[in-house]
Every structure is written in structure tokens, then in C-alpha cells.
């Protein structure tokens, strides 16, 4: 096996240590660079253990991606921003400043060291999407003002500036669009819809549904999201943007119900709160592309990926 330095910016997230992980366990050096303002050395334990053992080509930089920094690389995953909408209104401006300034410095990276580099963006680039489901081709339907146009606007920028390194540097580049992911060493604090049900459930807490519950997400387990990334980034031909997220379709109050179903013993209750602005009403990616391009297709269905949420959650109480 040919063994690469690989950056992951952002490797102590939710994706990003999971991700770290599968690269080390395939034989690459991995270096996880993250300020961990959502992210966290929990997540990255059993790698920096096996790596002070010098049983794993691993190590962590401490480093806002905002600031410049050089490094030797060979491909960068770059995944640094705060993604729940909690995390990322939290400081608004900084978010705009990691999809800006922290995109241009790990771009600078690459086109120093010329090495590949992979952007994580995001399905909230399609706003309120129009059409459904959304395909790469689809603009989008984005409040610039909005109070998640940081994050929607900070991402669209970060995809530009990807292009335009490309256009007039001819850096090699991937670009990935996330869609709603979940599983294992999600933060059980970060507001996000599954790991607010599980944990409101497991501790028999009032279910809280924004809004009427009829607005959609497509859920994809980690370990198929972390297989997507890593296909996109070794495809030669295909550079994105392409979806990645699993197609399976299902509203939030529909979710609540699963989630109670496969918990069984609470004594939760659903409640109604109100919907946030821009909530986006419906999500579900098109990921014919991520079929035929990258011959990916998510493997884990919503039950047994919820199960092994639900068990991990259970696991760290
Ligand atoms: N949501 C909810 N209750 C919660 C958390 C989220 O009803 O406790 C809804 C939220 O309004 C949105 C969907 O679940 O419609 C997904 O929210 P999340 O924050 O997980 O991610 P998003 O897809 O909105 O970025």
C-alpha cells in the first residue's frame, strides 16, 4: 500500500475522528488538526494512546484553522466548522471566518505542497430547496440574511474559492455535500435532531419537535458517510460537488416515534415547540451521481444505525 500524509482539519469532530480512524486503520499517517470548539479529545482517545504506544501513525495539532500554518502533506480532508445550527450561530462571525479564511489556508496547504484537497460542504447550500430531491445541478434557495446564512453563504463561499484554486491553480479538488449525518460520538449537547431525541428519550425528558414535525431529513449512519468521503477523495476522474447522504426520507415527527419504538422503556412525551427561522422544510439527496461516479451507495439502514446510536448514548451516560 502506498502510505499518504493525510490532514484532516476539523479530526476531532463527529465525522472527522471517525474518519481519522478508518485512514489509520488503512494504513495512511494521519495528522487531526482541530481548535476543538464543537470537537474533542474524547473522540480521538484509543488513537493518540496508540500513537504515544508507537502502535499508530497518528498525531493531534492543536490549531484554529483560521490562523495560516504549514505542513507537509500529501491529501487534506478538510472538515473544520462548527455544523449543528446550534454550534454554528453561536458565534456567527467566527463561522463565516472558518469557511473563509480557515478554507483559504488549508487551499494554501495544497497548493504548496500540491496536495489534494476534499471540501466538506453541505446540503444546507440548497437553502429551502425548491425541488425535491436535490440533485448538484440545483442553485439552491438561500436567505443571505438569514440566521443560518453563516453557515449556508460561509459554505458556498468555501466552494467557490475550491473552484477557484482549481480555475487559476489547477489544484486538484474534491467536493463533497454532506447531508444529515449521524451516529456514534455525535455530541450529545449539540442540538442536533437525533442526538436530542435519544438522550431526551433515555432519560425520559419531554420529546421537543420544532414546529409541527412534517419537515423531512434523509439520515445517513457515519460509517457510510466516512466511506463516501474516502471514495470521493481517491475517484480520479470525479471531483464534485457530489451528495453524499442516504436517500431514505422521513419527517421529524415520524423519527420521535421510531426512536421511542426502538428505545421501549420511557415514559417521554411529545411536545411542540416552535419551528426556528428558515428551518428548511424538506431534505432528501439525489445521489445518483455518488452511484455511478463513485459506486457508493449507503449499506446501513435507519434502524440498525439508530440502534447503535441509541446504544452508544447508553454506553457514555
Ligand atoms: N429538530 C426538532 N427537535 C430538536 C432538534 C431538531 O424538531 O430537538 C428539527 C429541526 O427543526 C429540523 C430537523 O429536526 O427540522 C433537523 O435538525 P438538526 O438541527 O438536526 O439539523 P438540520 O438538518 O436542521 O441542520
Same mark, same amino acid.
Given at each position: 500500500?502506498?502510505?499518504?500524509?493525510?490532514?484532516?482539519?476539523?479530526?476531532?469532530?463527529?465525522?472527522?475522528?471517525?474518519?481519522?480512524?478508518?485512514?489509520?486503520?488503512?494504513?495512511?499517517?494521519?495528522?487531526?488538526?482541530?481548535?476543538?470548539?464543537?470537537?474533542?479529545?474524547?473522540?480521538?482517545?484509543?488513537?493518540?494512546?496508540?500513537?504515544?504506544?508507537?502502535?499508530?501513525?497518528?498525531?493531534?495539532?492543536?490549531?484554529?484553522?483560521?490562523?495560516?500554518?504549514?505542513?507537509?502533506?500529501?491529501?487534506?480532508?478538510?472538515?473544520?466548522?462548527?455544523?449543528?445550527?446550534?454550534?454554528?450561530?453561536? /458565534?456567527? @462571525?467566527?463561522? =463565516?471566518?472558518? %469557511?473563509?479564511?480557515? +478554507?483559504?489556508?488549508?487551499? *494554501?496547504?495544497?497548493? $504548496?505542497?500540491?496536495?489534494?484537497?476534499?471540501?466538506?460542504?453541505?446540503?444546507?447550500?440548497?437553502?429551502?430547496?425548491?425541488?425535491?430531491?436535490?440533485?448538484?445541478?440545483?442553485?439552491?434557495?438561500?436567505?443571505?440574511?438569514?440566521?443560518?446564512?453563516?453557515?449556508?453563504?460561509?459554505?458556498?463561499?468555501?466552494?467557490?474559492?475550491?473552484?477557484?484554486?482549481?480555475?487559476?491553480?489547477?489544484?486538484?479538488?474534491?467536493?463533497?455535500?454532506?447531508?444529515?449525518?449521524?451516529?456514534?460520538?455525535?455530541?450529545?449537547?449539540?442540538?442536533?435532531?437525533?442526538? /436530542?431525541? @435519544?438522550?431526551? =428519550?433515555?432519560? %425520559?425528558?419531554?420529546? +421537543?419537535?420544532?414546529?409541527? *414535525?412534517?419537515?423531512? $431529513?434523509?439520515?445517513?449512519?457515519?460509517?457510510?458517510?466516512?466511506?463516501?468521503?474516502?471514495?470521493?477523495?481517491?475517484?480520479?476522474?470525479?471531483?464534485?460537488?457530489?451528495?453524499?447522504?442516504?436517500?431514505?426520507?422521513?419527517?421529524?415527527?415520524?423519527?420521535?416515534?421510531?426512536?421511542?419504538?426502538?428505545?421501549?422503556?420511557?415514559?417521554?412525551?411529545?411536545?411542540?415547540?416552535?419551528?426556528?427561522?428558515?428551518?428548511?422544510?424538506?431534505?432528501?439527496?439525489?445521489?445518483?451521481?455518488?452511484?455511478?461516479?463513485?459506486?457508493?451507495?449507503?449499506?446501513?439502514?435507519?434502524?440498525?444505525?439508530?440502534?447503535?446510536?441509541?446504544?452508544?448514548?447508553?454506553?457514555?451516560?
Amino acid at each position: 500500500m502506498n502510505q499518504k500524509r493525510i490532514l484532516v482539519t476539523g479530526g476531532t469532530g463527529f465525522i472527522g475522528s471517525h474518519l481519522c480512524k478508518k485512514l489509520i486503520d488503512m494504513g495512511h499517517y494521519v495528522i487531526c488538526l482541530d481548535n476543538n470548539f464543537t470537537g474533542s479529545l474524547k473522540n480521538i482517545n484509543e488513537l493518540i494512546i496508540d500513537s504515544n504506544k508507537g502502535k499508530s501513525n497518528f498525531e493531534f495539532i492543536r490549531h484554529d484553522i483560521t490562523q495560516p500554518i504549514l505542513l507537509e502533506v500529501d491529501e487534506i480532508y478538510h472538515l473544520a466548522c462548527p455544523a449543528s445550527p446550534k454550534a454554528y450561530q453561536y /458565534n456567527s @462571525i467566527k463561522t =463565516i471566518k472558518t %469557511n473563509i479564511l480557515g +478554507t483559504l489556508n488549508s487551499l *494554501g496547504i495544497a497548493k $504548496r505542497t500540491k496536495a489534494k484537497i476534499l471540501l466538506t460542504s453541505t446540503s444546507e447550500i440548497y437553502g429551502d430547496p425548491l425541488i425535491s430531491p436535490q440533485n448538484e445541478e440545483y442553485w439552491g434557495n438561500v436567505n443571505p440574511i438569514g440566521v443560518r446564512s453563516c453557515y449556508d453563504e460561509g459554505k458556498r463561499v468555501a466552494e467557490t474559492l475550491m473552484i477557484e484554486y482549481k480555475r487559476n491553480h489547477n489544484v486538484d479538488i474534491r467536493i463533497a455535500r454532506i447531508f444529515n449525518t449521524y451516529g456514534p460520538k455525535m455530541n450529545r449537547d449539540d442540538g442536533r435532531v437525533v442526538s /436530542n431525541f @435519544i438522550n431526551q =428519550i433515555l432519560d %425520559n425528558k419531554d420529546i +421537543t419537535i420544532y414546529g409541527d *414535525g412534517s419537515q423531512t $431529513r434523509s439520515f445517513c449512519y457515519i460509517n457510510d458517510m466516512v466511506e463516501g468521503l474516502i471514495k470521493l477523495m481517491d475517484s480520479e476522474k470525479y471531483i464534485g460537488p457530489i451528495n453524499l447522504g442516504n436517500p431514505h426520507e422521513i419527517t421529524i415527527k415520524n423519527l420521535a416515534n421510531k426512536i421511542k419504538d426502538l428505545i421501549i422503556e420511557s415514559s417521554s412525551k411529545i411536545t411542540y415547540q416552535d419551528l426556528p427561522q428558515d428551518d428548511p422544510t424538506k431534505r432528501k439527496p439525489d445521489i445518483d451521481k455518488a452511484i455511478r461516479n463513485l459506486r457508493w451507495n449507503p449499506l446501513i439502514d435507519l434502524e440498525e444505525g439508530l440502534n447503535s446510536t441509541i446504544n452508544y448514548f447508553k454506553m457514555i451516560r
